[in-house]
């Protein structure tokens, strides 16, 4: 089981909770609501690597231009728009 999700049986459905409380969502079984906690860590992964690239881009960009962090964020973002 995850350290961030949890699961509770709720009546006729299966909830997925993060820990702060906020419900991920609402499943029929339990084998559902597993699934569904192994699509949100793994979702969690992908965004951290992605968080990553994204400071060592702008990391680089303010290397090569000398630009002050705001200003390389708002190049990146607006490359990657």
């Known amino acids: 089981m995850s350290d961030r999700y949890g699961i509770t049986h709720d009546g006729y ?3 997925v909770r993060q820990i702060a409380g906020v419900t991920v969502g609402r499943y029929k079984n339990q084998q559902e609501a597993q699934q569904n906690i192994e699509a949100c860590e793994q979702d969690e992964v992908i965004l951290k690597a992605a968080r990553r690239l994204v ?3 702008v990391d680089a ?3 090569t231009h000398h630009f002050n962090r705001p200003t390389a964020q708002d190049w990146i973002r607006e490359a990657a728009g």
């Open 61 to 63: 960009l303010m290397r």
């Open 55 to 57: 400071k060592k881009a």
């Open 13 to 15: 459905e299966f909830k």
